[in-house]
């Protein structure tokens, strides 16, 4: 008996359609803004990605069987697409222009433990643009503006965009007199999952005093969805070079990345990103009513995103979990194929009549398929309800659409169902049931 692998999320047609249309969605905005596509290898060299350190618990080794015990392994499975691009740019930097703009949708794979919106294995849509020597800000207004577009076209409850500043927080601290910077942003980070009081414990904890700790509360609750933040932050009377530089480059990306139908925009100086090869720009996701999920997009600027002997490459980037985004919303398609029609088949012996109409039906680009049997018309009216398709053909000329009952004369070569039924549509849960 065949069991069930926990973490490896597997769809059954209808709901790979709703993702694999997902897919397209995402393709197609990318690439209207002149991203490129790359696919780089599953693996990585383990040491490579145990760089980073924090993951290093979640990474699959890959091994030979036939390997001694002794024998260490020395590739692992990639745990995001950020590391592959890294060594991607610089193993073929003398072969890219820059700005290079890049897409890529990968499935990666993670050791965590399994739970709604987490898994092992699961898909990744990244946008990123990185430059040689130097990256101009206003990239990192764009990368917002086209993840915002993108997730605006797909079926899902508004998402809000969330978006700060990295040289906020850190100017802001400095100006405080922080000394360590850097783990004060990691215990702001955690506001999402830990009250305030225990996070005002533990910036005690890091050296902070009582005002200190509670003007670091402060500035982590400034939420706006237009640029008056910069007015609320210099009221809390903090000045420092940095935190004026993050002020005024936050205010540009906020302008820039509103205004995109069904996304909310927000500076949100509660988000610090954890990770610190982010320098600027931080994002995250989170969807209405769906908080629970945490951030569903994330990424920001990294002004070291690769370097060699002769130039660094800084980026900026957005990631979208498409796996984490999709599974829980439990989304499914109006049918279970891509067929709008069946073709009927009156009898064994007039199943190439039957193939010659469905043909014609193809080369117009209608998804069209044959009935398996020939059995009595009811029943396969029944087969094509079953699976969704909405239109059943009689050769030679006679199309029903099975939904209303209404059947009409039709030429194979100039009929054609109403646009809304060539394709499945995404269906939300509710709609479903």
Same mark, same amino acid.
């Given at each position: 008996?065949?069991?069930?692998?926990?973490?490896?999320?597997?769809?059954? +047609?209808? *709901?790979?359609?709703?993702?694999?249309?997902?897919?397209?969605?995402?393709?197609?905005?990318?690439?209207?803004?002149?991203?490129?596509?790359?696919?780089?290898?599953?693996?990585?060299?383990?040491?490579?990605?145990?760089?980073?350190?924090?993951?290093?618990?979640?990474?699959?080794?890959?091994?030979?069987?036939? /390997?001694?015990?002794?024998? +260490?392994?020395?590739?692992?499975?990639?745990?995001?697409?950020?590391?592959?691009?890294?060594?991607?740019?610089?193993?073929?930097?003398?072969?890219?222009?820059? +700005?290079?703009?890049?897409?890529?949708?990968?499935?990666?794979?993670?050791? *965590?433990?399994?739970?709604?919106?987490?898994?092992?294995?699961?898909?990744?849509?990244?946008?990123?643009?990185?430059?040689?020597?130097? &990256?101009?800000?206003?990239?990192?207004?764009?990368?917002?503006?086209?993840?915002?577009?993108?997730?605006?076209?797909?079926?899902?409850?508004?998402? #809000?965009? $969330?978006? !700060?500043?990295?040289?906020? &927080?850190?100017?802001?601290?400095? %100006?405080?007199?922080?000394?360590?910077?850097?783990?004060?942003? $990691?215990?702001?980070?955690?506001?999402?999952?830990?009250?305030?009081?225990?996070?005002?414990?533990?910036?005690?904890?890091?050296?902070?005093?009582?005002?200190?700790?509670?003007?670091?509360?402060?500035?982590?609750?400034?939420?706006?969805?237009?640029?008056?933040?910069?007015?609320?932050?210099?009221?809390?009377?903090?000045?420092?070079?940095?935190?004026?530089?993050?002020?005024?480059?936050?205010?540009?990306?906020?302008?820039?990345?509103?205004?995109?139908? %069904?996304?909310?925009?927000?500076?949100?100086?509660?988000?610090?990103? %954890?990770?610190?090869?982010?320098?600027?720009?931080?994002?995250? #996701?989170?969807?209405?009513?769906?908080?629970?999920? %945490?951030?569903?997009? !994330?990424?920001?600027?990294?002004?070291?995103?690769?370097?060699?002997?002769?130039?660094?490459?800084?980026?900026?980037?957005?990631?979208?979990?498409?796996?984490?985004?999709?599974? +829980?919303?439990?989304?499914?398609? !109006?049918?279970?194929?891509? /067929?709008?029609?069946?073709?009927?088949?009156?009898?064994?012996? !007039?199943?190439?009549?039957?193939?010659?109409?469905?043909?014609?039906?193809?080369?117009?680009?209608?998804?069209?398929?044959?009935?398996?049997?020939?059995?009595?018309?009811?029943?396969?009216?029944?087969?094509?309800?079953?699976?969704?398709?909405?239109?059943?053909?009689?050769?030679?000329?006679?199309?029903?659409?099975?939904?209303?009952?209404?059947?009409?004369?039709?030429?194979?070569?100039?009929?054609?169902?109403?646009?809304?039924?060539?394709?499945?549509?995404?269906?939300?849960?509710?709609?479903?049931?």
């Amino acid at each position: 008996m065949a069991t069930k692998l926990s973490g490896f999320p597997e769809f059954l +047609p209808r *709901e790979r359609i709703v993702e694999q249309q997902v897919l397209d969605h995402l393709r197609r905005t990318f690439e209207l803004h002149g991203f490129a596509n790359i696919e780089t290898r599953a693996v990585e060299p383990l040491d490579v990605l145990l760089r980073k350190g924090e993951i290093d618990k979640e990474v699959y080794a890959v091994k030979r069987l036939a /390997s001694a015990d002794s024998e +260490p392994a020395e590739l692992a499975l990639h745990y995001d697409l950020t590391v592959p691009f890294a060594r991607y740019v610089l193993e073929n930097a003398g072969k890219l222009e820059f +700005p290079f703009r890049r897409w890529q949708i990968q499935k990666v794979w993670r050791g *965590e433990r399994p739970q709604q919106g987490r898994f092992r294995e699961f898909t990744q849509a990244d946008i990123d643009i990185v430059a040689r020597d130097v &990256l101009p800000f206003h990239f990192d207004v764009e990368v917002a503006r086209v993840m915002a577009e993108a997730l605006s076209g797909l079926p899902i409850p508004t998402p #809000t965009l $969330q978006i !700060s500043n990295r040289k906020i &927080l850190e100017g802001f601290y400095l %100006g405080l007199g922080v000394s360590d910077p850097v783990a004060v942003m $990691q215990v702001v980070d955690k506001l999402d999952k830990v009250p305030a009081e225990k996070i005002r414990e533990l910036l005690l904890e890091q050296g902070l005093d009582g005002d200190q700790a509670d003007k670091v509360l402060a500035l982590a609750e400034i939420v706006t969805t237009d640029t008056s933040f910069v007015a609320r932050v210099e009221s809390l009377g903090v000045e420092h070079e940095l935190l004026a530089e993050g002020l005024a480059e936050l205010a540009q990306v906020i302008d820039g990345a509103t205004g995109v139908e %069904g996304v909310i925009v927000t500076a949100d100086l509660r988000i610090a990103r %954890g990770l610190d090869y982010y320098t600027g720009t931080v994002f995250e #996701t989170r969807l209405a009513g769906w908080e629970h999920l %945490g951030s569903i997009c !994330s990424g920001g600027r990294y002004d070291q995103l690769a370097q060699d002997r002769r130039s660094t490459y800084p980026g900026v980037g957005i990631s979208l979990g498409v796996s984490r985004l999709l599974v +829980p919303l439990e989304l499914s398609a !109006s049918r279970s194929v891509p /067929s709008a029609v069946l073709v009927a088949v009156d009898s064994e012996d !007039s199943r190439a009549e039957s193939n010659a109409i469905a043909g014609r039906l193809r080369a117009r680009g209608i998804p069209t398929e044959v009935a398996a049997k020939a059995a009595k018309f009811g029943k396969q009216i029944q087969n094509a309800e079953k699976r969704g398709i909405p239109y059943v053909w009689f050769p030679p000329a006679a199309v029903k659409d099975i939904r209303s009952g209404d059947q009409m004369d039709a030429d194979p070569d100039t009929w054609a169902p109403p646009t809304e039924d060539l394709t499945p549509h995404i269906l939300t849960k509710e709609q479903n049931t």
